[in-house]
């Protein structure tokens, strides 16, 4: 019985796909060959430097082996080499199947399957529930979940409440932008009274518990019209007979790149944002759960001469979602720069204060 040498995980497991498809394009391959690919570098990187400094050298050369004997077993014959020795020997594919080991391969991506298959019915208190119940109604899935949910069987679990309101409208939404299936419905902003939208939904976007879907609709601000699904009242009806309207490639990775959150205010506009961090427990939280992609250590935490602290750098939109994660920690986190940031907390601080004072 051959071996399935893609069982696993890991840099091993890459390296026995990497060296296995390398093979099978019928031309010669080295070990160097094999690290260049891995390492992204161009061919015939390592022909004048060194391998075995390199990240993960050790896996490939315990990898190449292995498939090599793989291979032979299954076919053979159908592995040559060029004769050379040291770092230039390099091995070559004759055999005449192109992917003789396409049932292993297959059963691993169907074990892959069945193992993530497995964590979305784990999942179930992760993923909404709704979204959860419309890709798998009717299922013996759908059903075993329920069953364990019920018996406390279950053993994973989110922070946040995924009971929302129109939170059964993610599948109704993402359907629709893969379809690109322009929609019609009602529309209340709190305190406001409704009023009918006609979208093209093109990207949704959770934060904080809340689900928005952002789309070019038929009133201001057209693009990237922002509708929170708890604010959608009434039924989500099809429309046809309306070109869908397409999001530009890549305009909502850009459109998202510098804030936190959703909003985008006016007048604002990237800028350094300075936090200092007061004691070394919130410094090293900050470093492992950053506020921004762009977040930076600016000051590693200690002694200076005004006392205890470290400081972090964020290029960064201010919007009320950055606010809303300063205060969110108290007199553990300061803003020092820009000066406009620092009054806007300083103001909505003192605010705070005012209100238990009335006391």
């Given at each position: 019985?051959?071996?399935?040498?893609?069982?696993?995980?890991g840099t091993?497991?890459v390296?026995?796909?990497?060296?296995?498809?390398?093979?099978?394009?019928?031309?010669?391959?080295?070990?160097?060959?094999?690290?260049?690919?891995?390492?992204?570098?161009?061919?015939?990187?390592?022909?004048?430097?060194?391998?075995n400094?390199?990240?993960?050298?050790?896996?490939?050369?315990?990898?190449?082996?292995?498939?090599?004997?793989?291979?032979?077993?299954v076919s053979?014959g159908?592995?040559?080499d060029?004769g050379?020795?040291?770092k230039?020997?390099?091995?070559?594919?004759?055999?005449?199947?192109?992917?003789?080991?396409a049932?292993?391969r297959k059963?691993?991506?169907?074990?892959?399957?069945e193992?993530?298959v497995?964590?979305?019915?784990?999942?179930a208190g992760?993923?909404p529930?709704?979204w959860?119940s419309a890709?798998f109604?009717n299922?013996?899935?759908?059903?075993?979940?329920?069953r364990?949910d019920?018996?406390g069987?279950?053993?994973i679990?989110?922070?946040?409440?995924?009971?929302?309101?129109?939170?059964?409208?993610?599948p109704?939404?993402?359907?629709a932008?893969?379809n690109?299936?322009?929609?019609?419905?009602s529309?209340?902003?709190?305190?406001q009274?409704?009023f009918?939208?006609?979208?093209?939904?093109?990207?949704?976007?959770?934060?904080?518990?809340?689900w928005?879907?952002?789309?070019e609709?038929d009133?201001?601000?057209?693009q990237?019209?922002?509708v929170?699904?708890?604010?959608?009242?009434g039924?989500?009806?099809?429309?046809?007979?309306?070109p869908y309207?397409?999001?530009?490639?890549?305009?909502?990775?850009?459109?998202?790149?510098?804030?936190?959150?959703?909003?985008?205010?006016k007048d604002t506009k990237v800028?350094?944002?300075?936090?200092?961090?007061?004691?070394?427990?919130?410094?090293?939280l900050?470093?492992?759960?950053?506020?921004?992609?762009?977040?930076?250590?600016?000051?590693?935490?200690?002694e200076h001469?005004?006392g205890?602290?470290?400081?972090?750098?964020?290029m960064?939109?201010?919007?009320?979602?950055?606010?809303g994660r300063?205060?969110?920690?108290?007199e553990?986190?300061?803003?020092?720069q820009p000066?406009s940031?620092r009054?806007?907390?300083?103001e909505?601080?003192?605010k705070?204060?005012?209100q238990?004072?009335?006391?």
């Open positions: 019985m051959i071996k399935n040498i893609f069982v696993g995980f091993r497991s390296f026995v796909n990497l060296i296995y498809m390398e093979l099978m394009k019928r031309e010669y391959v080295s070990y160097a060959d094999i690290l260049a690919v891995y390492c992204h570098r161009p061919k015939g990187y390592y022909d004048k430097r060194t391998c400094s390199e990240p993960g050298y050790g896996e490939l050369k315990k990898a190449f082996p292995e498939v090599l004997k793989t291979l032979r077993e053979h159908c592995i040559i060029n050379k020795n040291g230039g020997k390099a091995y070559k594919y004759i055999g005449k199947d192109d992917d003789p080991l049932e292993e059963a691993i991506e169907q074990k892959r399957v193992d993530y497995a964590f979305c019915k784990a999942s992760i993923l529930a709704s959860f890709y109604e299922t013996q899935l759908l059903l075993d979940t329920h364990e019920e018996s069987m279950g053993h679990r989110s922070s946040l409440e995924q009971n929302l309101t129109n939170i059964d409208l993610l109704v939404f993402y359907k932008i893969t690109k299936q322009v929609l019609r419905f529309y209340q902003r709190f305190g009274e409704p009918t939208l006609t979208f093209h939904p093109q990207f949704l976007k959770e934060y904080n518990g809340r928005f879907v952002f789309g609709a009133r201001e601000p057209y990237a019209y922002n929170p699904l708890d604010r959608i009242v039924e989500v009806c099809e429309v046809n007979g309306v309207i397409p999001a530009p490639i890549g305009f909502y990775q850009d459109f998202f790149k510098n804030i936190i959150g959703v909003t985008h205010e800028e350094e944002v300075i936090i200092r961090t007061k004691t070394e427990y919130q410094h090293g900050l470093l492992t759960k950053p506020l921004h992609h762009s977040q930076k250590e600016k000051l590693p935490f200690g001469e005004d205890n602290y470290g400081e972090v750098s964020l960064i939109e201010p919007n009320r979602e950055l606010r300063i205060l969110m920690y108290g553990n986190l300061e803003v020092m000066l940031l009054e806007q907390i300083k909505i601080i003192m705070q204060v005012e238990y004072y009335l006391y």
